[in-house]
C-alpha cells in the first residue's frame, strides 16, 4: 500500500533571480540554496553528525532527477551537466518538533549528469536502514558544477548556492520503506554568462510512503 504526500510544490528560492515557468503554486514547502551545510554554519554549536541505523525493518532512500520537462529547450550546444553531490543530510526531530541532530546519510561524492535525468530518470544518491521518528529538512552539498559543450569544452555552472535546504517535515515509520525524490530543475533556466554558465533552479520534492 502505497501513500503519497503531495509535495511537489515549488517556491522562489531565497537567493533566486527568478521562477521559471513551471512553479506550481506554493503550500507548506520551502526551500533555499545556501554556501553552506548545517555544521558548517553553527560553528560550536553544531550537532554531532551521525549514521544511525534503525533496529526496526525502516529505510529510505532518496531519488535525484532534473525535472520531467526533458532537454528540448536546453541550448543545442550543450552535451552534458554535471553535478558533483557531495553530501546528504537529513534534519532529525525530537518529540516536540525541535531539531535533535543533523544525519548524515551520504558522506561520498556522486557525479550525476542532468542531461540523462531530465525524462523521468532518477539517480539514487542515498538510501539506508534509518530511525523511524520525524525529520524536518534535507540538506544536499553540491562540491562542483559545470556544463560540457559539444565541442568538449567545459565550463563552470554557477548555482545560487552549494547547499540545497529542502524545508519540509516528514516522518519516517516502523516498517517502512520512505523515498525522497528531489527534482532540480535546472536544464530550464540554464543560460550562458560570459565565460561561464548560470542555472536558477526551481526545486520541487515528493515523499512516498511504502507500507
Not at 550537532?47 to 532518496?62: G, N
Not at 525524462?119 to 562540491?143: H, L, N, R, W
Request: aromatic share 8%; proline share 4%.
Amino acid at each position: 500500500m502505497t501513500h503519497a504526500s503531495a509535495l511537489s510544490i515549488a517556491v522562489f528560492a531565497s537567493l533566486a533571480l527568478g521562477c521559471s515557468v513551471d512553479a506550481p503554486t506554493r503550500e507548506n514547502f520551502d526551500y533555499s540554496f545556501q554556501e553552506a551545510m548545517p555544521e558548517e554554519m553553527d560553528g560550536d554549536h553544531a550537532p554531532e553528525l551521525t549514521f544511525t541505523h534503525s533496529a526496526y525493518d525502516t529505510d529510505f532512500v532518496v531519488r535525484f532527477s532534473d525535472s520531467h520537462h526533458g532537454t528540448t529547450n536546453v541550448d543545442p550546444d550543450v552535451r552534458s551537466v554535471g553535478l558533483v553531490i557531495e553530501s546528504v543530510q537529513l534534519q532529525q526531530l525530537d518529540a516536540d518538533g525541535q531539531e535533535l541532530s543533523w544525519v548524515t546519510v551520504r558522506d561520498t561524492p556522486i557525479e550525476v549528469d542532468l542531461m540523462n535525468l531530465a525524462d523521468g530518470a532518477v539517480e539514487k544518491i542515498a538510501g539506508g536502514p534509518i530511525s523511524e521518528g520525524q525529520y524536518g529538512a534535507v540538506a544536499i552539498e553540491f562540491s562542483y558544477a559545470y556544463v560540457q559543450e559539444s565541442d568538449g569544452d567545459v565550463s563552470e555552472l554557477e548555482l545560487p548556492g552549494m547547499a540545497l535546504y529542502l524545508e519540509e517535515g516528514f516522518r519516517i515509520y516502523e516498517g517502512t520503506r520512505t523515498d525522497l525524490g528531489v527534482r532540480l530543475g535546472a536544464l530550464r533556466s540554464l543560460e550562458r554568462d560570459g565565460d561561464h554558465w548560470v542555472s536558477d533552479p526551481n526545486v520541487n520534492m515528493d515523499v512516498t510512503e511504502d507500507l
